[in-house]
Structure formats: structure tokens, C-alpha cells
């Protein structure tokens, strides 16, 4: 494409962009956006690469100017499906060239790459396709964002370097053609992902730039090289101390005509969230209900900033060099919301909201206990009727979250339920009789996150013991005990930042062998409320 | 520790099966409870007590405000028709206590046991189901003994109408059997054989027990029992050889007596055969056993005394 040395080309980028401006409204944006937590055999998956792409994709629609038909969103899917996407984007875009409309596409990836090729479950996209792809691309500008192990590799053939090369420039250009590549780390480097962020350094920073820390230039708008800039500088400021080493996130760059890319638009949303001038300087955390950082800004004292922050309640934290200040804030749709010094108070460290600097964080796991309650009932009619009746339970519940794996919740429960009845057989009937039943139960759920919400999957084992006490003396007390496999699907809200709301449906089989061998099956509707200690 | 989670599942394992059966329960249903073939007998007024026929003195010289004689003797005769059913009965009670051994579709055993009392023997429990029938059988062999060894000591059968223990049903002691079998029953050695036939699914319900005597000891004697809306009981039963009356026959009596739980009671007594056959005596008696009325169809001058009106009325009892 070039072959003008590395200095040179960074010289002339420079000029270019000395002459030009951003410019969002003139383009017509689509966008790939791909996280990927398993990297096949010899790669241990990563926690939060989906979690990544997630809050990528969110970001890009709302502040990126890419509309929702634009924009696709694969998890955990294979090259094909990723190329299959990138086709599909490239024939919309081709048409809307044709059409005479400017066109952008970006293309993230959030996942495990190696050997010279990302790494999407057990297939692989080769560094090298992927850029020839990108490059022939029918699109005036293509960026490439890859967070990935090693992925420095796809950008040191070409203009490779170890620190942002562009000043930050806000002048008046157009028309930049060409192809941007970004990735998280150099060839030699392995990317890391953070607990207490809950998502990788690098896509952790990119989005807390796009969110409006890296508008250094104040004007609104966050361009490619001030995110870029902005999320090398952290990510390698924070990856220093760890036992892996720095991290150096690497750019390529082969763009010719006039023109940065503003890549987000603060003030493409009416909400978010001002911090005046007034404000003292230094750096803002701003913390979701789940504890997790979702954006930082780095505040000059005097100086008015703002963050786009999606409408929610946050809270807000302020380092100082002994203690913290803390306070809450609610960013409301269509609001602009300011915070205000005079709400923060000061905390001890060891009030931290930041979920992953508790030291009961335990490296991203977490507990949580709650209480349930719910009805069981079994589908074959005769058996609820006589036998193991519909009950009303009540319970207690305990769970161990992203213990095993990320997403991945083990459970512990205990239920009882009783009620009273008269049996109706067809030799006997009068017998009035208490009914209860306990159930203890562990269960291995997967969930997926959206938001606040969770819906979740998953297997579930119990130990069921029902048992009946007749009024009639002449009837013996019976019982029953027995394990029961089943499965459990439902959805969770995390309403508050320590309380969940789950509701839940089970299916179980029990096999019953009193009077004889019989499959049984009996589902259960339930409510659990949970607090995270 | 490490061992803890493979302990608690193996118990919980071991926990697992139980006896949480409705066929059982439809099982045991089939078997007569004391409480539902036992006569209810009238309440034990103060002062009251009672000779019985076989201590009067004065045939059926009776007057109005003594005590009743015949209440006394349907006390005494309800007394002893409730051991004859305890004596049936009580060999059915432990199974009630104990889970069957054995479970198939219309089938239930319980054992085989060695026999407490009885050494050298093995005793089971065996009840079949055919649709609502139930036949059950108590069965008792020499130990060592194959399945042809087993006879029946008890055998009985109930045809089940809903409700609990709510049918019909007949049960009876082979006494005769046990003796050739070398398994004496010593309280029960003057029989040859004890049965009860009962239907307990509509009111009144009644409750008919047969002595069969060993070698004719004395004649087959019948006690009838039945019971009627309001706690209203009656007992009918023959008295065979009795000198009622002066004259050179002895009388055959069948004795009707009737009671409300409150102690009032009414007795019929039917002369079948002796010197004044086909008479008829009726009296009546009030809650504290005393006399209030009588009827003799024998006399010309006074056949009645007192006031029929003072007679409950045990309506429900007839037909």
C-alpha cells in the first residue's frame, strides 16, 4: 500500500491532520463488532471479551452514529459467521457508495488471537486475511480494532508504533479515505483483562475515552487518535505493575485526503453527565449498581468536562491520597445531570464501591444468599391430585458467582412446602392428611448479562423427600425420598447494587418405585430475592 | 473432610425409595378396625347394674322403677361380643404397624416372619386385590416348610364402596385347622371356628358374630350387632334353654335390645319355643337403667305397665 517509512508517513498523518476536522454527519457508519471468549485448544478462555463487545456495540449506537440495521453484534461465533457479517456490511456499504454516501467501517474484536490469526472458538482468521479483506473493503474509511493477544502482530508489518504518534489536533478537514488499525497490544504482548474493570484494559479505556475522558480537546467529540492516544496511555499505565508486564496497544494507519474521525459524539446524547469547572481536579470513577467501572475521567481543575454515561444511577468516586470521596448520581434520558461537589462524602478506602477492589472481591467471584419462594406442581393429573401434590414453597438460597467461570453461577438451595388435603381413591376416600415436601438441590447455571438483567440457563440436581401424616391413626405415615435431575431457566435483575430479583422456572424428573417403576415430571415457578453481601 | 461430600451423598443415597403408597393405603383399608365392628354399648348409668337372665331369680317379674335386668344382660352380652371381635381383630393390627414385604400390581405380603408365640412356625400376611375386592389371608407354616405348606388361620374378604373401611366384608378364625396343624389356640379350643360378616357402607350398619362350637358343645350361637344414625345401637341374640315360666319346658328366647347413647333402651324378647312359645315381653327403661314400661303378651289382666311414650324411639333401627 505505502512505502514510505513509518516517520514519514507519521509526518504526513500529522499535517493531514493539522488541516482537517472530524467530521461524523457526512459519513455513513456500519459496524462489526465480535467478542469471543474461547480461543480453542491450547487458549484459556477469557472472561470478559463478550462483556467487551457488548458494551462496544451499545456505545456505537448510541454515541457512534451507527444506526441499529448497521450495526451487528456476534458472541462467541466462529470465522465463518464472522466474515459471513462483514460480507453482509460490505454490500450495504458498497450500496450506499453507490447511493453517493460516504462510508465508514469499523470492525471490533474482543477475544483470543495467535500464531499470526484471531482465534474465534476453534477457528481461525488469519492476520493476513483479515487486513487484505479490510483494505479491499468498499468503504471510504475502514477501522479495525483488535483486542487480542499478540494482535500488534496484524499492524507491525506497517506502520507499527509504541505510543501514539498523532498530537491531538481539532482542525478543519474532509474526506479521509483509508484503512486504521488499532490493537491492544504489541506482537509480543499477551492483552489483560481486568476483574475489578470487568472487561479487558484496553477496551476498558477505548470506551471510557469514547465516553468523554479522552476529549481533550473539549469540543464534544472524541476522534480516533484522542481515544486511541487516550487508551494507550492508560492501558499502559495500568497493565506497568502487573505480573504480565506493560501492555502496548499499537495503531497501523494507511489513510490519505483530509480528515480526522470523530469517532463518538458527546453531544449526540442530550443526557449524560456534566462535571463543571468548579469541580476539584483529578480523576472520577463512575460506578454501575454491579460495581464495576463503566467510565474515568481525568478532570484539570477549572476545566468543564463531560461524560456520556447511558441514563442509570451511578456512583461516583474520587480518589484522594487518604481517603475517598463518594457519592451518587442519576443520569437521567434526555437530562443533563451535573454533578455536584457538595454530595460526595468522604469514605475510607474500605467503602471502595468498585466491586473488584473489595477484598472480598476474591478475584471476581461472589456470594450471594436469598430467599425464595414458588409452587411445584406435577404434570400428570392423577399424581398431583393423590399423590405428590401441588405445594407452595418457601426457601433459602445461596450462590457462588463467576467461581468457575465467568457468567457461571453454582447454587446451593433448600425449600419446604406442606399443605393439608383429603385423599380421593378409588377404593378410599376421606383420609385427611398433612402433605409436605423438602427439597435441597445444587444448581450450575450460565448466564448472559444484558444490562441489568441476566437471563440464565442452566442443570439442576435436588434430593426431594415428600412425606404425608394421616389424622386416622389406621393410616401409617409415608415417605418418599429420592434424587432428581433437572434444568432451570429464568432471568435476574439486579435492581440495586446488592440486590438481585430472579424469577425462575425448573423441570425435574423423578423416577418413582413404590407401586411401581414410574417417570415422573413436575416443574416449579419461583421468586428469589438475593443479597449480595 | 476430604470424605464428607462422598459421605453425604451415599446417605443420601441410602435415603432414597420409602413407602409413600396409595395402593398400601387401599390395601389396608380392606382390614376391619376394632372400632368399626365392636359394639358401641350404652353409657354406664349411676346405680346401674344388671343380673343377666341366667341370675334372675323371678322369671320376668318385673316392676316399674327397678332396675333392668335386660340392660344388664345387653351390657354383659356386648362385653362379650367385643372380645370375640378383639379376638379376630388383634391378629390384624401389627400388619397395620409394619410395611409390606413384598409389592406387586394387585398383591401386597408382609413377611415371611418367624412366628413370635409360636416356634417351629413361619406366619405371613397375604392380601390380593381384584378390582375392588380384596381377599388377605394370615398364614402360618412349619418353618422349613415350602410355598405349599402354607394354610390360613385367618381369612377374610372385603368388597370396598369408597369411603374409610366403608363396605363388606367377612372374616373367620379356622380353629379347627390350627388344632390339626399343632398350632393350639387356647383361648379359643371350645370352636371349632369364629367368623364375623359386617357391611359398614351404609347406616345402619351391622355386624353379625358366629361361635361354631367344636364337636356340638353347644349350639351355633349368632350375635348380631348394628348401628344406626345417632349412635342408636342394637343387639339381637338367641338365649337357647331358659325357665322362663313355670312348666315342664325350657323356653328358647331371641333377645332384641336396642339403646340411644344416653343410656334409655328397649328390649324385646321373643319366647321361640318352651312352654310359652310365641310370647312376646317388651320393656323399656330410662337413663338410669330403670324400668318405665313392660308388655307381656301372656297376660290377660294386665298386659302392659307404664307408659309406652317413655320408650325412645329407635326407628332408625328398623327395617
Redesign the interface.
Known amino acids: 500500500m505505502s512505502a514510505l517509512p513509518s516517520l514519514a508517513r507519521a509526518v504526513s498523518m500529522a499535517l493531514v491532520l493539522m488541516a482537517s476536522s472530524a467530521d461524523a454527519e457526512a459519513l455513513r457508519r456500519f459496524a462489526l463488532v465480535a467478542g469471543n471468549d474461547e480461543g480453542g485448544a491450547g487458549t484459556r478462555p477469557l472472561r470478559f471479551a463478550r462483556d467487551d463487545a457488548r458494551k462496544m456495540h451499545a456505545l456505537l449506537q448510541r454515541l457512534g452514529g451507527v444506526a441499529p440495521a448497521d450495526a451487528k453484534l456476534l458472541l462467541n461465533e466462529d470465522a465463518r459467521d464472522f466474515l459471513a457479517a462483514l460480507s453482509e456490511l460490505e454490500q450495504r456499504a458498497r450500496a450506499a457508495r453507490e447511493r453517493g454516501e460516504r462510508t465508514a467501517l469499523f470492525v471490533y474484536y474482543s477475544g483470543h488471537a495467535k500464531d499470526g490469526a484471531l482465534r474465534l472458538g476453534e477457528t481461525r482468521l488469519a492476520f493476513d486475511d483479515l487486513k487484505r479483506r479490510l483494505a479491499d473493503a468498499p468503504s471510504d474509511i475502514r477501522i479495525a480494532i483488535l483486542d487480542s493477544c499478540r494482535s500488534g502482530a496484524m499492524t507491525r508489518t506497517k506502520g507499527a508504533r509504541r505510543a501514539p504518534a498523532f498530537d491531538i489536533e481539532s482542525g478543519a478537514g474532509r474526506d479521509a479515505r483509508g484503512l486504521v488499525i488499532l490493537t491492544s497490544s504489541a506482537a509480543d504482548e499477551d492483552s489483560q483483562e481486568s476483574d475489578a474493570l470487568a472487561g479487558s484494559y484496553f477496551s476498558h479505556h477505548l470506551t471510557s475515552g469514547l465516553l468523554g475522558d479522552a476529549d481533550r480537546s473539549g469540543d464534544g467529540r472524541v476522534t480516533l487518535f484522542e481515544a486511541y492516544s487516550h487508551a494507550y496511555a492508560r492501558t499502559v499505565a495500568d497493565t506497568a505493575a502487573s505480573t504480565a508486564g506493560p501492555q502496548h496497544p499499537t495503531f497501523s494507519y494507511d489513510l490519505a485526503g483530509n480528515g480526522d474521525l470523530v469517532l463518538t459524539d458527546l453531544r449526540a446524547s442530550s443526557g449524560g453527565l456534566v462535571v463543571p469547572g468548579a469541580a476539584p481536579g483529578g480523576t472520577y470513577y463512575f460506578v454501575d449498581p454491579g460495581g464495576l467501572v463503566v467510565a474515568e475521567l481525568d478532570k484539570a481543575a477549572d476545566v468543564e468536562r463531560r461524560v456520556a454515561l447511558a441514563p442509570g444511577t451511578y456512583r461516583v468516586k474520587r480518589r484522594l491520597p487518604d481517603r475517598l470521596r463518594i457519592g451518587e448520581v442519576e443520569v437521567r434520558r434526555g437530562q443533563q445531570a451535573v454533578l455536584q461537589e457538595s454530595r460526595l462524602q468522604d469514605a475510607p478506602f474500605s467503602d471502595d464501591p468498585v466491586k473488584g477492589a473489595l477484598p472480598s472481591g476474591g478475584g471476581g467471584a461472589w456470594w450471594t444468599v436469598g430467599l425464595s419462594g414458588g409452587v411445584q406442581s406435577y404434570f400428570d393429573a392423577p399424581t398431583r391430585d ?2 405428590f401434590l401441588s405445594v407452595g414453597m418457601v426457601g433459602a438460597e445461596a450462590q457462588l458467582h463467576d467461581y468457575f467461570r465467568r457468567d457461571w453461577v453454582w447454587g446451593v438451595d433448600a425449600a419446604t412446602g406442606s399443605r393439608r388435603a383429603v ?1 380421593m ?7 385427611a392428611y398433612r402433605y409436605a415436601m423438602t427439597s435441597v438441590g445444587t444448581t450450575l447455571t450460565s448466564e448472559w448479562p444484558l444490562g441489568r438483567v441476566a437471563p440464565f440457563l442452566g442443570a439442576r440436581v435436588a ?1 426431594l ?4 401424616d394421616f389424622e ?1 391413626a ?3 405415615d ?6 432428581s435431575p433437572g434444568v432451570v431457566a429464568g432471568v435476574r435483575w439486579n435492581p440495586l447494587s446488592r440486590l438481585h430479583l430472579t424469577a425462575r422456572a425448573r423441570a425435574h424428573y423423578l423416577l418413582y ?4 417403576q414410574r417417570s415422573l415430571g413436575f416443574w416449579e415457578l419461583g421468586a428469589l430475592v438475593t443479597y449480595q453481601p | 473432610m476430604r470424605h464428607l461430600p462422598v459421605l453425604c451423598l451415599c446417605l ?2 441410602a ?12 390395601f ?3 382390614l376391619p ?1 376394632r372400632e368399626d365392628l365392636a359394639a358401641k354399648l350404652p353409657q354406664k348409668g349411676q346405680g346401674r347394674s344388671g343380673g343377666g337372665l341366667t341370675t334372675r331369680a323371678a322369671g320376668l317379674v318385673v316392676r316399674l322403677g327397678e332396675t333392668s335386668e335386660l340392660m344388664g344382660d345387653t351390657e354383659e352380652t356386648g362385653r362379650a361380643f367385643n372380645a370375640g371381635v378383639d379376638a379376630l381383630l388383634s391378629l390384624l393390627e401389627d400388619i ?2 409394619l ?1 409390606p414385604t413384598t ?1 406387586e ?1 394387585d398383591r401386597r405380603e408382609w413377611g415371611p416372619y418367624r412366628a413370635p408365640n409360636h416356634p417351629g412356625f413361619d406366619v405371613r400376611f397375604v392380601m390380593t386385590r381384584e378390582a ?1 375386592s380384596f381377599d388377605y389371608r394370615l398364614e402360618y407354616r412349619r418353618t422349613g416348610g415350602g410355598e405349599a405348606g402354607w394354610w390360613a388361620f385367618l381369612s377374610g374378604t372385603f368388597e ?1 364402596d ?4 366403608k363396605g363388606v366384608g367377612s372374616l373367620h378364625l379356622d380353629v379347627e385347622r390350627s388344632e390339626q396343624e399343632g398350632l393350639p389356640a387356647s383361648d379359643l379350643r371350645t370352636l371349632r371356628r369364629l367368623g364375623i360378616q359386617y357391611q359398614t357402607k351404609a347406616l345402619p350398619t351391622r355386624v353379625e358374630l358366629t361361635f361354631t362350637p367344636r364337636d356340638g358343645a353347644f349350639p351355633v350361637s349368632r350375635y348380631t350387632y348394628r348401628e344406626a344414625q345417632g349412635s342408636l345401637g342394637e343387639m339381637h341374640f338367641l338365649l337357647p334353654g331358659q325357665d322362663l315360666v313355670p312348666g315342664g319346658l325350657l323356653e328358647d328366647l331371641s333377645l332384641t335390645t336396642r339403646w340411644a347413647p344416653d343410656g334409655r333402651g328397649m328390649a324385646v324378647l321373643d319366647v321361640v319355643s318352651g312352654d310359652i312359645r310365641g310370647a312376646k315381653y317388651t320393656e323399656c327403661w330410662d337413663a338410669q337403667g330403670r324400668v318405665t314400661f313392660t308388655a307381656r303378651s301372656w297376660d290377660f289382666f294386665n298386659p302392659t305397665e307404664g307408659e309406652r311414650s317413655t320408650c325412645p324411639d329407635f326407628s332408625a333401627l328398623d327395617g
Do not use: K, Y
Open positions: 393423590a399423590l385423599l381413591l378409588p377404593s378410599l376416600s376421606g383420609p434430593w423427600h415428600m412425606r404425608r386416622d389406621a393410616f401409617p409415608q415417605t418418599f425420598a429420592m434424587f418405585n413404590v407401586d411401581a | 443420601a443415597l435415603a432414597c425409595g420409602g413407602d409413600f403408597s396409595n395402593d398400601d393405603l387401599e389396608l383399608n380392606a378396625r397395620r404397624s410395611p409389592r400390581p375392588s370396598a369408597a369411603g374409610i373401611r
